[in-house]
Nanobody, 117 residues
């Protein structure tokens, strides 16, 4: 199992970013997928998840209405559209299988999102 996340960067509060995660080593289309994030000194936090039906999605209350998760099974890629970002969204973002399993052994290098006020 391998994940390669990208798309992070520095953005001002209220701005947008689109994260991508390319997955390999397993049948992507048969796995529910999630984005999780971890800020320095904090525990991991589940952000959003998407079912294999490519329609059912769930979000943490802190990001609901601002973030959108999506997947492209043909490209083995998971996305996270981040709009109206806030300083508290600053974290390293990872993708993983399932719903908030926090399987750190499977995480890729992550992608850093830094939001300035």
């Amino acid at each position: 199992v391998q994940f390669v996340e990208s798309g992070g960067g520095m953005v001002q509060s209220g701005g947008s970013l689109r994260l991508s995660c390319v997955a390999s080593g397993f049948r992507f289309s048969t796995e529910d997928m999630s984005w999780v994030r971890q800020a320095p000194g904090s525990a991991p936090e589940w952000v959003a998840g998407i079912h294999i039906d490519n329609t059912t999605t769930y979000y943490a209350p802190s990001v609901k209405g601002r973030f959108t998760i999506a997947r492209d099974d043909a490209k083995n890629t998971l996305y996270l559209q981040m709009n109206s970002v806030k300083p508290e969204d600053t974290a390293q973002y990872y993708c993983e299988k399932g719903w908030g399993l926090y399987d750190m052994d499977s995480w890729g290098q992550g992608t850093q999102v830094t939001v300035s006020s």
